[in-house]
C-alpha cells in the first residue's frame, strides 16, 4: 500500500486481465474494466498481455518466469497504474519482480512497472474512493481473502469496505477467513489430499455462514472453491468482486 | 526419509478425524493466545524488527561470537566441545558420561537433541535417559516422538494420555483428571531428578559476552535437570549464539509470546558457571557441545543463512494449514510445518527431502507471525528451484544444499520451457486460449492433474470466449 | 574434537560477509513511565493470572506475617539460607510457631530429606519487572538454586520499591552485565504446564505454590 501515498487520480489506466480471468472468468475482467470506465477512466487492456509468470516462479522455474514476465512489463511501457483484478497476480508483479530482475539489464524497468502495480478494489478505494449504489435485491454475502491480497499486497479491509456501500447486501464474516482455501497454484495438483482437506474445510465454512454468494477478488480461489461448492452440492455461489459489483451497482441481480 | 512419506504419512494422517480434531483445536488456541499477546500492530513491529535485527546480527558475526562465547564459557568453567556430526555429537555425550560413570539421565527438552537421536545413542550404550518435560515424557511412555516443537504431545488428547499412564506407569489408575495425571508425571519424576547423575538441556539462547546459557521453561524441569545432577551437559545449534546480554530480552519476549502467548515463561534460566566453591547446590561441572549438522553448508549462502535465525517458537506451524492439517509427525525429519519445510531438506539433503518445499500452498501465514522475519515462502521457492537445478550462481564460496539439482526430471524442464514459449508469444497463448475456450471442456476428467483436481471439486470450465476477445469486441483500446 | 572446531569455523569464515550490521532500536524496552502504584498493579495482575499468591506485608513486621501465613497454610516448616540478610532478619524474629530450617550443608548431603520436604523455601529478590510479571532472583552461597525449586511452595519478599518497567531497564540499572551470579532466575509463577490438551495445570516439577511478600525493605 506504499504507493497509495498522494491520491493522485489518473486519468489513463492500464488493466491486466490475469490468464485465470482470461480463460475461466473474463466477466470479471470486463467487469473491472467497466468500473474502472465508470469512474471516467480511460482503461487500455494491450492484447499482447498472458500471465505474470507466477506459476513457473513458484515451481523453481525462473529463467522462464523471467522471460515471460518480461513479455508482460513490455506491453505497459507508459507511467500509467496497473490495475489487476487479482491479489496474487498483483503479489507476484509487485513483490516479485524486483527480486526476478535483479542483476539484469531489465531491473529499472521492471522495478518501475512493480510500482505501478495495485489490486483492483485497493485502486477502487484508496485511489478512487468509489461510491456504490446499490440496486440489486436483498442478499447475503461472504468474503473471501486470498492469501496474498492480504499478506503480500495489504489488502484487506478495502474489499469489505466496497460490500459495506451496498444497502441490500448482508455481509457476514467467513469463520477462520484468513485461513488459505488451498488453492495454492500447482499445490492443488501436487499435494491433492492436503488441498482437498483444505477446501472441503471452507466450504465448510462458506456453508456456516448460510451465505448466497462467496466472493473474493482472486479467480484462483474461486475456481478452488467454487468446483469443491459444486462438487459438494452446495448452494452458494462463487463471484469475482468487480462482477459482483458492477451487477450490484447496475440492477443485474 | 523420501517424500513420497510426506505425502502417504500425510494422508494417512488427514483420515484420521481424532487427530485432526486434536490440532485443530490446539492450533486455534494458540493463535487466539499469540494474537492477544500483539494487540499493538506497532508495538508487534517494532519488536520484530529488533528481533530479525538481533538475529542478522548474530549470524553476520558468528565465527567470532563463537569463539568469543567458547572463550567465556571455559573461563566461566563450563567445557565446550564442538560436533560436526550427529555421530560426532552423540560420542562426546557417551564419552564425557562414560567418565562420569553416569547411567541415569533426565533430559530437558531439546530440539537439537531429537535432531542427534540421543536418546537411541545413549539407550544403546546401556544408559537410562529420562525425558522430563511432561509432554517429552507422555510421547517417550508411547516410543513416539514430538509432533510439534514447543508441545510435543499435543497429537494426543487426554483420554489417551489417561490410557497410557494407566497402562505404563506403576500402580496408576485410570484418571482423566488432568491435575492428577500432572501429579503422577511429579511423583514418578521427582524420584528420577534426585537420583539421576546427569542432567541433559538444550539452550535457547547462548551469549557471548557473558559466557551463559540461557533457557526457559514453565515446568521446571529444566531448572531441575540443570541443578540438581552433578553434571550438567547442555546442547545447542550453533547458530543459537547472540553477543550481548541485551540482546536476550528481545529475543526471549518474542519467543515466549509467539510460541505459546506468554508474556514471558514461569523461569528463565540463565546459567553462567558451575557450582562455586562457597555454594551448596549445582551441578559441579557443565559441558557445552555445539552442534553443527550442516548449519555451517546453510550459513554459507547470504540467502538461505536466514533459515538459521529461527529461535524455534513453533509459531509458523501454529499458523500453517498444512500443519493444521496433517500434524507433526506427517514431516520427515524432527522440525515440522514451515520451518521444517526450508531446514529439513538442507539438513539431510534435497535428494531425499527435495518435495518437502512443494508441501506448501505459499499462503504466508507463516511468514506474517514469524518473529524473526524470515522470509520462509521465498526460502520454499529458492529451495523449489535449487531441487531443480536452478539455483542461484551470483556467490562463488556458497556451497550448494545438499542434493541440489537431484529433483530434474526432463519433461518438467520441457513442460516449462512450452509454458513460458506460450505465454511469452501474444499469438500462441492467444490461440491457445480460443482453442481452450471452444474445446477444453472436451478434456475428460480422469487426465493427470485434472484427476487430481476433480477428487473434491467438479471439472473447472471454460468461459466460451476469452477477456482478450471480449475486450475487443467492447472496443477497449489495446495502447 | 578440535578437528571439528576447525572445519567449522573456517566453513563459517569462508563466506562471512563485511556487511554492516543491522541496526538494533531497543527503544521498545525502554522504561514506560509507569508510577509506582501502576508498576505493583501490573506485576500482581501478570503474576495472580498464572496463580502467584500475594502476601502484602508493607508497613508490618513481614517475619511475623510469613509465619501467620505458614501457621494458617498448615505449612511443617520453613527452609532459608541463614547466611543472607534475609535470614538473620527471619531467624532473630521468629518465634518457632512453624519450624524454621537452615539451608546449611551441600545439598548432596540432606537431597532425600529436601526432597521429601513438604513445607516451603524463602528467599529475596532483586527485584521484579512489571511489563512481565517475574521476579528476579541470584542465587548463590547465601540462597541456593533448589531453595526455590525443590520445595512446593516458593515464598519470595519483594521490595516494592524495586518494581522497574522492563527487563532491560532492570538489567541496565542492576548492571547485570558484569555481575552474572552462578544461575540468575527470572521467576513468574509457579511451576505449570499445558502439555495435556492445552489445560493448565500447576505444580508439576518445581513449586506448586509461590507466595509474593510485597516489603518496603529489603
Not at chain 1, 505474470?52 to 523471467?66: K, L
Request: include cysteine; proline fraction near 6%; hydrophobic fraction near 40%.
Amino acid at each position: 500500500m506504499d504507493n497509495t501515498a498522494g491520491k493522485v487520480r489518473p486519468h489513463t489506466v492500464y488493466f491486466f486481465g490475469t490468464c485465470v480471468v482470461d480463460l475461466f472468468f473474463p466477466g470479471a475482467g470486463m467487469a473491472g474494466i467497466n468500473l474502472l470506465k465508470e469512474q471516467g477512466l480511460k482503461v487500455i487492456f494491450p492484447q499482447g498481455q498472458s500471465c505474470c509468470g507466477q506459476p513457473a516462479f513458484n515451481s523453481g522455474y525462473m529463467d522462464e518466469a523471467r522471460s515471460v514476465a518480461w513479455a508482460q512489463v513490455k506491453l505497459f511501457p507508459k507511467d500509467y497504474p496497473v490495475i489487476l483484478p487479482s491479489g496474487s497476480c498483483a503479489g507476484m508483479m509487485k513483490k516479485h519482480y524486483p527480486s526476478l530482475f535483479r542483476g539484469t539489464p531489465q531491473q529499472a524497468k521492471a522495478e518501475d512497472f512493480s510500482g505501478r502495480v495495485y489490486e483492483l478494489t485497493q485502486f477502487l478505494v484508496d485511489i478512487l474512493d468509489i461510491k456504490l449504489k446499490d440496486l440489486g435485491t436483498p442478499t447475503k454475502v461472504t468474503w473471501h481473502p486470498s492469501c496474498h491480497s492480504q499478506r503480500e499486497m495489504g489488502v484487506l479491509d478495502q474489499p469489505k469496505s466496497l460490500l459495506r456501500q451496498l444497502a441490500n447486501v448482508e455481509y457476514v464474516e467467513l469463520p477462520r477467513e484468513r485461513e488459505c482455501c488451498g488453492f495454492g497454484g500447482t499445490f492443488a495438483v501436487r499435494q491433492p489430499e492436503i488441498s482437498a482437506a483444505m477446501v472441503t474445510d471452507k466450504i465448510d465454512a462458506v456453508a456456516s455462514t448460510k451465505a448466497d454468494t462467496v466472493i473474493s477478488g482472486d479467480c484462483g480461489c474461486l475456481l478452488n472453491i467454487g468446483g469443491a461448492l459444486e462438487k459438494a452440492q452446495q448452494a452458494a455461489r462463487p463471484k469475482h468482486i468487480a462482477e459482483f459489483l458492477w451487477e450490484r451497482t447496475h440492477g443485474h441481480s | 526419509m523420501d517424500t513420497a512419506d510426506f505425502q502417504d504419512s500425510a494422508r494417512t494422517a488427514l483420515g484420521d478425524p481424532q487427530l485432526r480434531s486434536n490440532f485443530r483445536r490446539a492450533m486455534d488456541g494458540l493463535m487466539a493466545k499469540r494474537a492477544a499477546m500483539f494487540p499493538d500492530r506497532d508495538e508487534w513491529t517494532r519488536l520484530r524488527s529488533l528481533g530479525a535485527a538481533v538475529r542478522a546480527r548474530s549470524l553476520l558475526n558468528l565465527p567470532h561470537l563463537l569463539e568469543k562465547l567458547e572463550e567465556r564459557l571455559t573461563a566461566n568453567g563450563i567445557h565446550v566441545h564442538w560436533a560436526e556430526t550427529v555421530d560426532q555429537g552423540n560420542a562426546i555425550f557417551k564419552e564425557i558420561l562414560a567418565q562420569h560413570d553416569a547411567k541415569h539421565v533426565v533430559k530437558g527438552k531439546s530440539m537439537v537433541s531429537e535432531e542427534m537421536h540421543l536418546n537411541h545413542a545413549l539407550e544403546e550404550v546401556g544408559i537410562e535417559i529420562i525425558e522430563a518435560d511432561l509432554g517429552e515424557y507422555i510421547i517417550q511412555l508411547d516410543h513416539e516422538t514430538p509432533s510439534h516443537i514447543i508441545m510435543p504431545a499435543i497429537h494426543k488428547n487426554k483420554e489417551q494420555i489417561a490410557r497410557l499412564f494407566s497402562q505404563k506407569i506403576k500402580d496408576a489408575a485410570y484418571t482423566e483428571d488432568v491435575d492428577h495425571l500432572t501429579g503422577m508425571a511429579r511423583q514418578v519424576l521427582r524420584k528420577k531428578f534426585a537420583n539421576a547423575d546427569a542432567g541433559v538441556s538444550g539452550v535457547n539462547v547462548a551469549v557471548a559476552e557473558t559466557g551463559t546459557l540461557v533457557l526457559v521453561e514453565n515446568e521446571g524441569n529444566g531448572r531441575m535437570c540443570t541443578t540438581v545432577p552433578k553434571l550438567h551437559i547442555a546442547v545447542m545449534g550453533i547458530e543459537k549464539v547472540v553477543e550481548r546480554l541485551e540482546e536476550v530480552p528481545p529475543i526471549l519476549q518474542l519467543l515466549t509470546r509467539s510460541a505459546t502467548g506468554q508474556p514471558i515463561t514461569t523461569y528463565v534460566n540463565m546459567i553462567s558457571s558451575p557450582r562455586k566453591a562457597d555454594e551448596k547446590d549445582g551441578p559441579e561441572e557443565i559441558h557445552l557441545v555445539l552442534l553443527d549438522n550442516g548449519r555451517s553448508r546453510v550459513y554459507s549462502d547470504p540467502e538461505l543463512r536466514n533459515t538459521l535465525r529461527c529461535i524455534r517458537c513453533g509459531a509458523c506451524m501454529n499458523h500453517c494449514p498444512v500443519y493444521t492439517r496433517v500434524g507433526g509427525h506427517a514431516y520427515p525429519g524432527v522440525y515440522p510445518g514451515p520451518i521444517g519445510k526450508i531446514l529439513t531438506p538442507q539438513i539431510l539433503g534435497l535428494d531425499v527431502a527435495g518435495d518437502l518445499p512443494h508441501g506448501s500452498s505459499l499462503c504466508n501465514a507463516c511468514v506474517e507471525v514469524c518473529p524473526v522475519e524470515i522470509p520462509i515462502a521465498a526460502l520454499l521457492v529458492r529451495l523449489r528451484r535449487e531441487a531443480v537445478g536452478n539455483g542461484a550462481k551470483a556467490l562463488k564460496s556458497a556451497i550448494p544444499p545438499k542434493g541440489a539439482g537431484q529433483h530434474r526430471s526432463r519433461v518438467e524442464s520441457w513442460v516449462w520451457w512450452g509454458w513460458a514459449l506460450a505465454y511469452r508469444v501474444p499469438w500462441i497463448y492467444r490461440l491457445t486460449g480460443l482453442m481452450l475456450s471452444r474445446f477444453g471442456g472436451l478434456m475428460p476428467a480422469t487426465i493427470p492433474l485434472l484427476k487430481e483436481w476433480t477428487s473434491v471439486r467438479s471439472k473447472p470450465r471454460f468461459a466460451s470466449r476469452t477477456l482478450h476477445e471480449m475486450a475487443s469486441s467492447q472496443e477497449v483500446p489495446n495502447d | 574434537m578440535t578437528d571439528a572446531r576447525a572445519a567449522i569455523l573456517s566453513r563459517l569464515r569462508a563466506t562471512e560477509t563485511k556487511a554492516p550490521p543491522p541496526l538494533q532500536d531497543f527503544q521498545i524496552l525502554e522504561s514506560r513511565g509507569w508510577s509506582a502504584e501502576e508498576k505493583l498493579q501490573r506485576l500482581r495482575q501478570q503474576m495472580e493470572a498464572v496463580h502467584t499468591e500475594f502476601l502484602d506485608a508493607r508497613g508490618q513486621d513481614w517475619p511475623t506475617a510469613v509465619q501467620n501465613w505458614l501457621s494458617q497454610e498448615k505449612l511443617p516448616g520453613l527452609i532459608y539460607g541463614p547466611k543472607s540478610t534475609l535470614g538473620a532478619k527471619l531467624s532473630s524474629q521468629w518465634n518457632n510457631s512453624v519450624p524454621l530450617i537452615p539451608y546449611d550443608r551441600a545439598m548432596e548431603q540432606w537431597k532425600a530429606e529436601l526432597f521429601a520436604f513438604e513445607g516451603a523455601g524463602i528467599t529475596a529478590t532483586r527485584g521484579a519487572i512489571a511489563q512481565t510479571g517475574s521476579l528476579i532472583l541470584f542465587t548463590g552461597a547465601d540462597e541456593p538454586r533448589t531453595l526455590s525449586l525443590v520445595p512446593p511452595v516458593h515464598i519470595a519478599l519483594l521490595n516494592v520499591g524495586k518494581i522497574r518497567d522492563t527487563w532491560r531497564q532492570v538489567m541496565q540499572e542492576q548492571a547485570w552485565v558484569n555481575n552474572m551470579p552462578t544461575n540468575l532466575l527470572l521467576i513468574s509463577g509457579p511451576s505449570k504446564t499445558a502439555d495435556i490438551e492445552q489445560t493448565l495445570a500447576y505444580g508439576v516439577h518445581g513449586p506448586k505454590r509461590l507466595l509474593v511478600v510485597l516489603t518496603d525493605e529489603d
